[in-house]
C-alpha cells in the first residue's frame, strides 16, 4: 500500500540535506511508541518530488511539492495517515494538503522500476563501510540478498527473486546525499526485479537496497 501526500509551498528554506526532517515527521505521524524506528525497514520513503528550484545553498519548491510512504503492513500506513490529520505539518512551512491511499498493484514476473529516490547499496567490509554502485555486478546481488531478507522478515517466500540495475539506462549518476553529517553515496538509476507478481509487489512496497525508512531506494513506475 501507498500514500501520496500532496505538500504546500514552503516558507522557510531547504537545505540539500533535508532528508531527516522528513524521518522526523514520518516518525511524529508514526507516535512515540511504534516500532518502526530501528532495524531492517519494512517501508519505504521517497524524497521531496516536484519542480525545485536552487536559491543559493537552499532549495524551494513554489508550487508545492510530494512525497509518498509505502509499506507492505497497511495498518503501518493507516497509522501515518491518522498521525497526517491529526498533525499536517512536515518541515520548512511545508504542511499536509492532501492524502490518497493507493493499494499495491499487480505486477507480472518482470518489473523496471524507477528510482524515486537514489538507491543506497552498503555493506560493513572489516571496520569500514563500503559503498556499492550501479556499475557493479555484485551490486545485484546485494540488492537480492537485501530484498529477500526482507521478505523473510514478513514470513514471505524469497526464493527466486532477483533485482539488478538497469545497465542500459542511459544516464546513471552517482549521488551523494548527507544524512545527520555523514555523506552517502547512491546510485540514480532504475533497477529490475524479477519473480513473482508477489514479490515485485513486496519491492514496490519496501524499496530497493539499503536504508529505505530514511528516504533511499524508493521505488515507482
Known amino acids: ?31 512515540q511508541n511504534n516500532t518502526h524506528h530501528d532495524g531492517l525497514s519494512l517501508y519505504s520513503l ?40 491529526d498533525e499536517p505539518s512536515v518541515c520548512f512551512g511545508m504542511s499536509v494538503k492532501d492524502a490518497l491511499i493507493q493499494e499495491t498493484p499487480v ?37 537480492t540478498e537485501t530484498l529477500q531478507s526482507k521478505l523473510k522478515k514478513m514470513g514471505l517466500p524469497s526464493q ?20 545527520k553529517g555523514i555523506q552517502n553515496k547512491a546510485n540514480i538509476c532504475p533497477v529490475i526485479v524479477e519473480g513473482t507478481p508477489e514479490q515485485i509487489g513486496f519491492a514496490w512496497d519496501v524499496g530497493a ?3 529505505t525508512g530514511i528516504g533511499f531506494g524508493a521505488l515507482t513506475i
Do not use: C
Open 1 to 31: 500500500m501507498r500514500l501520496y501526500l500532496k505538500l504546500s509551498r514552503n516558507n522557510q528554506p531547504i537545505p540539500f540535506d533535508y532528508q531527516v526532517k522528513l524521518v522526523g515527521a514520518l516518525h511524529k505521524w508514526l507516535g
Open 209 to 211: 537496497g539499503n536504508s
Open 107 to 143: 505486477f507480472n514476473n518482470s518489473q523496471r522500476f524507477t528510482a524515486a529516490s537514489p538507491v543506497f547499496v552498503k555493506r560493513t567490509i572489516g571496520d569500514r563501510q563500503t559503498f556499492f554502485f550501479h556499475h557493479q555486478i555484485e551490486s545485484d546481488a546485494l540488492l
Open 160 to 179: 527466486g527473486v532477483k533485482v539488478r540495475f538497469d545497465r542500459e539506462y542511459l544516464n546513471p549518476k552517482i549521488k551523494v546525499a548527507t544524512y
Open 46 to 85: 521517497s524524497w521531496l518530488l516536484g519542480t525545485s528550484k536552487k536559491q543559493g545553498n537552499d532549495l524551494t519548491f513554489p508550487n508545492g511539492a510530494h512525497l509518498f510512504i509505502s509499506s507492505p503492513d497497511d495498518t503501518f500506513i493507516k497509522q501515518i495517515l491518522k498521525g497526517v490529520i
